[in-house]
């Protein structure tokens, strides 16, 4: 197994248990834990997509929420200070990208034709770009 | 807004932002899959299939730039709150752009041989060690990644079941999905892209928002909440005769907490200022008819209270206040979501 296929080995793997906590969560959890969810059935399949990718988070929230240990003063205090460090994430890592990338741009000639250097099959040469 | 996530407010704005934006994006595509082969330079030597990546491409660049834009634009100015309104639906737009674009390569540079398709993006340029040559399709992977993680996370349940504050934190990857997009455009068709057009739109459109990253935080840096005086566990917020009728004063109490303290009818009343929703500022919304709007999406609160009015389920935390001669003070230690608190009377004369 090479490396890009251990990396699909292991999505499919973490896509499979994710499936299995969404039909858990959406069949059983979500009424214990969220008042609202109670009698509304439309929206959860929209909720699929989410739990397939972040099931852990899932699991920890389920468990949080069912012992009744979330701290309600957490969901009125905002991450405002962020603001400053992605500012200056961006003012730093943009335009340093951009340089990066302009300085090594390839410049072509103005007359400049793409040549044919090999074919899939048999010989190939500036021959058959020429032809 | 929903009620037990049964969407009950699509008023005509939100269907005039969606519309808006739809016909934003297939105008873009149209014009430049009928139009950009006339004026762009080198076009002569692509086919249909490359076209029309390029054309999902720069369209999924410019509506992450846009969606990038309005966030600090609405701390700069007000008259852009009405575009955070609906950003979300942006966003999940745009990731099925992405998508698109990310189709229309896959089926033409990767396909056509013996290897799995999705395998052959990952191995077919491993030259991680250098900058030239550099597997740029990597950063494309990691943004597409992310913008549909945000997508999927996108419903109003996520952010009451995560809270805000976790639910932003993984919100907040829009701004790394950026810096990705950005390589991957740097690193791979910038090049050796000789379009004018192109380099403009897409150097200007980068470093437009870094700048408006970077005004917004000054400004937020300069002007922002002041803190509240402390002097135990109740602090001073400011002075009565600063109050205005239907609107608040904002301050910081510790970390991030702030408190919105606002006169109505000549009553003085504070709940906390994050939105039960999104965390938007209440304190920069106005009260009418005894109800607080936020300024983001229009929830709304009664400040004596805290609630939502009925159908609706929201709940802030309230304050309780006092006056100590002309000053505002407020217990810093929040009553529970939901806590009616009688309001102040504001002295007459103040």
Redesign the interface.
Known sequence: MNAAESIFFVAQVWATIGAVVATAFLLFGIDRIDEDARGAYIFRPLLVPGILLIWPLVLWRWWVLERDLDNWRNRHAPPRRAHLFIAVMFVVAIPLIIAVSWSLRQEWQADFEPVKISLLHGSAGQGDAAA | MS????PVQWNPNKWKYNAVMLIGVFAYLWLFIEWTPAIMSNDG?INGQIHNARAFGSCAFLMLTVILCIGPLARLDKRFLPLLYNRRHFGVMTLFVAITHAGYIINWYFSFSAS?K???L??ANTSYGQ??GFPFEVFGIFAVLCL??L???S?D??M???????W???H?LV?FA??SV??HV??GI???Q?DKIFIVVF?GG??T???L??L???Q??RSGDPDALSSGEWVAICHASELREGYAKVARLS???RVAVFLQDGKISAI?N?C?HQ?GPLGEGRILDCLVTCPWHGFQYDVRSGRSPAPF?EK??TYQVKLAGDQVLVNAN?N??GTFVEPVPLPSGA
């Open positions: 009620v037990k996530y049964i030597r799995n999705y395998e052959a990952l191995f900058l030239s549909a993680l997508a999927a996370t419903h349940f996520w009451k079941f995560l809270t805000p504050r976790i932003k934190r993984i907040y701004y950026y810096i950005v390589a740097g690193l910038l090049q050796d000789q150097i980068a470093l928002v870094a700048a990253h970077i917004a935080a000054l937020e840096r970390g991030e907490e906390s994050a039960a965390n389920t802030v935390p929040a529970p979501p």
